[in-house]
């Protein structure tokens, strides 16, 4: 079964840290973009980053630039998403997907996912 499965999400103090996974079965993601997507309660979901599936290129959005940072390990068929600094605003769902022909730079993600969205991990910054 082709699927992204997201975990390491938890409870978290403001300020405090979390490190994401984002673990691919099915299929390998080295020809793959991946990226980071969020659905806080009654918004809707938004990038936060992404990472090329060659040259290693990655993306923030403003909202994380500076704390988050996006890291792929094929041989693990796995993409983390580093979370330092976290602040209440970055309680959400967060969701990982995939992109074969994504399209990005530092100061752009051009992603359309492929996968199906999963059931994502609950990230809550709360003191």
């Known amino acids: 079964q082709v699927q992204l499965v997201e975990s390491g999400g938890g409870l978290v103090q403001p300020g405090g840290s979390l490190k994401l996974s984002c673990a691919a079965s099915g299929f390998t993601l080295d020809y793959y973009a991946i990226g980071w997507f969020r659905q806080a309660p009654g918004k809707e979901r938004e990038g936060v980053s992404c990472?090329?599936?060659?040259?290693?290129?990655?993306y923030y959005s403003d909202s994380v630039k500076g704390r988050f940072t996006i890291s792929r390990d094929n041989a693990k068929n796995t993409v983390y998403l580093q979370m330092n600094n976290l602040k209440p605003e970055d309680t959400a769902v967060y969701y990982c997907?995939?992109?074969?022909?994504?399209?990005?730079?530092?100061?752009?993600?051009?992603?359309?996912?492929?996968?199906?969205w999963g059931q994502g991990t609950q990230v809550t910054v709360s003191s």
């Open positions: 997907a995939s992109d074969p022909r994504a399209a990005l730079s530092s100061s752009y993600c051009y992603f359309s996912p492929v996968s199906s």
């Open positions: 990472i090329s599936s060659s040259d290693g290129s990655t």
